[in-house]
């Protein structure tokens, strides 16, 4: 499997606390992606890195902040939880051929 | 924005009997891949189609990819229990900052009765 470890892999918090899931890769590459997985919904892009410091917008970016400072390390800040951010959350790299993802082991987080 | 559609939700099977699932997008897609997720575990990419009108085969699982490549679907023939999982299908688009940024389907969960 490819390199990418997330922390932490689980997680309980309360609204309104601010929340940082970390994700680290070791393949050195420019593209880093967060996702969340939610039953009926699939995977959905919250937000997504081509380098460092460039990020942009994914379909579900709303309440999400990210940041890349350096390659191999990719954040995702909740700023002030939600319980409809109650989720399990992926980062993914891609893979050797075209477009396909490598995923993390995903960390699940409850917000109460 | 593109949306892929996938169909059934729920697939409860014989051991030994054979299982489908479809998936439809609102657009023409650059690729379309597929992925199993193990419960409790992450999505793992199976395969990824290109072309229109593309087959592809590994061991009991057979992918084709619409002539319009607008739709897609996954058959596993004579089910075994280790293929007990959720199976997403992922569109792709083409270039630049599209590269990676996958819309999911919403995943076919497979049981299998031994």
């Known amino acids: 499997d490819a390199g990418i470890t997330q922390s932490p892999r689980h997680k309980v918090t309360e609204t309104g606390t601010p929340v940082t899931l970390r994700c680290h890769q070791t393949?050195?590459?420019?593209?880093m992606y967060w996702y969340r997985q939610d039953p009926g919904h699939g995977l959905r892009l919250i937000h997504y890195?081509?380098?460092?410091?460039?990020?942009d917008k994914g379909e579900v970016s709303d309440g999400y902040s990210v940041s890349r400072s350096k390659t191999e390390d990719f954040l995702l800040t909740l700023e002030s939880a939600t319980s409809s951010q109650t989720s399990v959350y992926f980062c993914?790299?891609?893979?050797?051929?075209?477009?396909?993802?490598?995923f993390g082991e995903g960390s699940r987080l409850t917000v109460l | 924005g593109q949306q892929v559609m996938q169909i059934p939700q729920y697939q409860h099977v014989q051991e030994g009997e054979d299982f489908t699932t479809y998936c439809n997008s609102s657009t023409t897609l650059s690729n379309i891949q597929w992925y199993k997720q193990r419960p409790g575990g992450h999505p793992v990419f199976l395969i990824q189609l290109v072309k229109s009108g593309e087959v592809k085969k590994q061991k009991r699982l057979t992918f084709q990819f619409g002539e319009a490549k607008k739709n897609s679907s996954l058959h596993i023939t004579a089910t075994q229990t280790t293929d007990v999982g959720t199976y997403f299908c992922a569109g792709g688009l083409t270039g630049g900052t599209s590269y990676g940024k996958l819309t999911f389907g919403q995943g076919t969960i497979l049981t299998v009765h031994p």
């Open positions: 890195s081509y380098g460092v410091k460039d990020t």
């Open positions: 993914a790299i891609p893979g050797p051929n075209t477009g396909e993802l490598f």
């Open positions: 393949e050195n590459h420019r593209y």
